[in-house]
């Protein structure tokens, strides 16, 4: 799949506002992951929450681990910087 392709995955799935707010949570979130207990307070019930989890995932925007009970996710290393690449506008030469 061509760059523009997995980025768009991206974009599409943050156009949810339950996504959107799930993403900025783990990526806001001290130590760079957050537990979902942690982040589940978006407005929604817990399947749902799961649910946006898995579309994130799916997409590429985050990874997960689960640890005991609980899942730790956090935003793929390079999402942030693949998305602002091709937001960037090359300088002129």
Known sequence: MEEAEVTAVMFKALGDPVRLRLFSKVASHPDNEA??????DVG?????????????????????????TWVYYRVDP??????????TVPAAA
């Open 35 to 40: 537990c979902v207990c942690d982040i589940a």
């Open 44 to 68: 929604v019930s817990q399947p749902t929450v799961s649910h946006h989890l898995k579309k994130l995932k799916e997409a590429g925007l985050l990874v997960s681990e689960r640890r005991g």
């Open 78 to 87: 390079g999402v942030l910087a693949a998305m602002g690449k091709l937001l």
